[in-house]
């Protein structure tokens, strides 16, 4: 009767015993399939996350001639004469008339505006109120680059033509440049 209940406990044990094992097994495959997954998705989320952050960032607006010379040198051909033509623009734009005086070639000035006045009273003449530019095309001759602008009025019907500018800038340098532009002489009277 002893030997048959050791017997009995062997089996019992085998049987804990294997169930134990396969209660791991379960475990095992369980984790890996189940929580790891999860582990993997919640760590690519937060990955994503800070490479996001990492990615943005902030931009500062180059202040010093040393840091507009260090951001122009970055921009392709194309991009840095918008940048100087935008740059005189928003100068009218923003009445800032003998800044933009001072870019102006000199024998362009002397030609055309003799005074600050006579500029003055051209450009006002000239640019609508409210106004939007499209670059339309940029030609360049050796360090003379030409830009062709239109000029779209607010304040006009859609169906009205824009106007159009020749801009004419010489780069000699990051940040070292001089402006002309075709005159019209409507816009004179």
Known sequence: MKKKKI????????????????????????????????????????????????????????????????????????????????KFIKLIDEKEYEKAYKLLYSEFKQNYFPTIDDFIKYVENFYP??????YDDIDRYNNIYVVRLKILDYN???????????????????????VSFQVVKEAEE
Do not use: H, M, W
């Not at 109120?129 to 499209?134: D, R």
């Not at 006009?156 to 801009?167: A, F, G, L, M, Y």
């Open 7 to 86: 017997e009995l406990n062997q089996k019992y044990l085998i049987l804990i015993i294997i169930i134990i094992f396969l209660l791991i097994i379960n475990l095992v495959l369980f984790l890996k399939r189940v929580i790891a997954p999860k582990q993997q998705e919640e760590q690519a989320i937060t990955n994503s996350i800070n490479n996001n952050k990492n990615k943005t960032k902030e931009y500062k607006v180059p202040q010093t001639d040393e840091e507009i010379k260090a951001y122009l040198a970055t921009l392709k051909e194309g991009n840095r004469i918008e940048y100087y033509c935008g």
């Open 156 to 178: 006009s019907s859609p169906s009205d033509e824009p106007k159009v500018q020749r801009v004419v800038i010489r780069e000699n340098d990051y940040n070292d440049y001089v």
């Open 129 to 134: 109120q409210s106004y939007a530019l499209e």
